[in-house]
């Protein structure tokens, strides 16, 4: 498939049609239709030259595609009237067939997803009724919106081999190199054309490039059997398997894929007997909020915590705060981000430790205020397990500084320690003496199981030793680290696989009874 759309992009650049991005552009200088009479229309395509207008239609494309391959935008796409395959011929059925290039999508005939069946509507307008409609249901916040659409690769397909065709048969007359060769409008763009004024008028905003987007999705199962098919074989559907072929006069694809009669030496065309299936939503690129926060229990696990099915801890962080900001944000769904880690059982105090949350599809757009009052509510929750500080709107800018954080960062932590033997002053002195002290760590066996065994060196900066009143074997251990150290680890020395460590320097058994993280030497989410 890739090879696919590579040779495709080629094809449409050879002949002059432009990258899609390129046609993108057009939409804003476009004239939006408005309607007018059939006479109008039936004069424009006497204008066209009549050799390949009946060609056109006899290939069974439609008359909005004869219209955007010759260029030709504004009021008189509208007057097309969906019920005649060629409004010059008076013998053709007042039954349109299915467009050969578009599969009905500028004929508005589609399999509506949400309703089941295949629907025709008349007007540009009907479609974008439906459209403002499933808007609004979602009561989304916005001022102005983006319409995105997006088509079946066999479209693109049948479009880059009509041009190919009609290039081959009428490449040297000079109607085609004014019209055909240079003012296509591609299918999206002909459908923007049509959809985005009564969009603007039912939604009571202008279109242009925002967060909010509208998409609109046609795909099509058989045809995509069909191209995949094609992609089996080489990838370039130049060898095929009997009863695969896609070139006109030869078998079909398929049994409900039908291909009509014509130069089969020259022209790739599928056709199909069933229309688009079309599906629309609506949706807002994600808002990142970012803080610090505190953990005040030892039973709250930092991310949710599940083990074969039973849940670890009462609780976490990130669904204290992230259930709290979704709900309030009517968004779709969260993803939590923060700078490190720590235990379930090891609390997060002093500044806190950085996070990021990202919050998306929101119906609501949060204000400063907003954001204010959810900091108020996530802290006022009654069990007091987690608290939130600076919480803010934060762009790519808050991403940067936490990622940079992250690697360069030091840790404070506050360790309550028990000793096999009762400590002397010369202890508290030597443990604070020691700055900078180089620390090699291999794996904890206690995370060996999820983790590669790797040796780690650390540097611990600083440490301080505080008396336990009424107690000589036990103390307070601070201590300043490098970003990565594992602290428990450190003090009772993980049977040797940490060194050296507090059980070593004292020459005793040390054991950690409870850890608390009191620093982040981070420069984000301060203020």
């Known amino acids: 498939m890739l090879t696919w759309s590579v040779e495709l992009s080629q094809e449409r650049e050879r002949f002059g049609l432009g990258t899609m991005e390129q046609e993108e552009e057009k939409v804003s200088n476009a004239f939006i239709p408005s309607s007018l009479s059939s006479?109008?229309?039936?004069q424009v395509l006497h204008s066209l030259p009549s050799n390949a207008l009946n060609h056109l239609f006899s290939l069974g494309v439609c008359v909005r595609c004869v219209l955007r391959l010759f260029g030709i935008k504004g009021p008189i796409c509208a007057s097309v009237d969906n019920g005649s395959e060629?409004?010059?011929?008076?013998?053709t059925s007042n039954e349109a067939k299915l467009c050969n290039i578009c599969l009905g999508i500028l004929q508005?005939?589609?399999y509506d997803e949400r309703e089941k069946r295949v629907l025709q509507k008349d007007t540009a307008y009907d479609v974008a009724l439906l459209i403002a409609d499933m808007v609004k249901q979602e009561r989304y916040q916005f001022?102005?919106?983006?319409?995105?659409v997006s088509i079946p690769p066999l479209i693109l397909q049948n479009e880059t081999s009509v041009w190919s065709y009609m290039q081959k048969k009428y490449g040297s007359e000079p109607w085609f190199q004014e019209k055909l060769h240079t003012g296509c409008i591609s299918i999206k763009d002909a459908l923007?054309?049509?959809?985005?004024?009564p969009l603007e008028n039912l939604l009571g905003c202008k279109s242009s490039l925002c967060p909010f987007r509208i998409r609109l999705t046609y795909t099509h199962t058989k045809a995509s059997e069909g191209v995949a098919k094609c992609s089996e074989n080489d990838g370039s559907c130049k060898r095929r398997k009997t009863g695969e072929s896609n070139l006109i006069g030869e078998r079909p694809l398929s049994s409900s894929v039908e291909i009509e009669s014509f130069d089969s030496s020259k022209l790739f065309l599928k056709s199909a007997s069933e229309p688009c299936h079309f599906s629309y939503n609506c949706s807002r690129?994600?808002?990142?909020?970012g803080g610090r926060y505190?953990?005040?229990s030892r039973n709250v696990s930092q991310t949710r915590w599940i083990i074969d099915d039973e849940r670890m801890g009462e609780a976490s962080v990130e669904e204290i705060i992230g259930t709290k900001v979704?709900?309030?944000c009517r968004g779709d769904n969260y993803k939590f981000h923060a700078a490190g880690r720590e235990d379930i059982d090891v609390r997060m105090l002093g500044p806190g430790r950085p996070f990021i949350l990202e919050v998306q599809n929101t119906r609501l757009v949060p204000t400063e205020q907003f954001v204010n009052n959810i900091e108020k509510m996530i802290n006022e929750v009654e069990n007091k397990l987690v608290r939130v500080k600076n919480l803010k709107l934060v762009g790519s800018d808050g991403w940067n500084l936490m990622r940079e954080g992250e690697a360069e960062k030091q840790k404070q932590y506050a360790a309550l320690v028990w000793t096999s033997r009762p400590l002397k002053d010369e202890d508290f002195q030597q443990v604070s003496s020691l700055k900078d002290l180089k620390v090699v760590q291999r794996t904890p066996i206690r995370v060996l199981h999820r983790r590669s065994p790797l040796e780690r060196e650390k540097i611990i900066h600083w440490m301080k030793m505080e008396t336990v009143a009424g107690s000589s074997q036990y103390f307070l251990l601070h201590l300043c680290t490098q970003a990565g150290t594992y602290i428990k680890e450190f003090v009772h020395g993980d049977l040797g696989r940490t060194h050296p460590s507090i059980g070593s320097i004292l020459g005793c058994t040390a054991e950690i009874l409870q850890l608390d993280v009191t620093d982040i030497k981070m420069e984000c989410f301060l203020t």
């Not at 001022?143 to 995105?148: G, I, K, R």
């Not at 690129?285 to 909020?289: G, I, M």
């Open 39 to 42: 006479s109008d229309l039936e």
């Open 86 to 91: 060629n409004p010059l011929d008076s013998t």
């Open 108 to 110: 508005f005939r589609f």
């Open 143 to 148: 001022d102005t919106f983006s319409l995105e």
């Open 192 to 197: 923007k054309f049509s959809l985005i004024n």
């Open 285 to 289: 690129t994600p808002f990142y909020f």
């Open 294 to 296: 505190l953990k005040y």
């Open 326 to 328: 979704l709900q309030a």
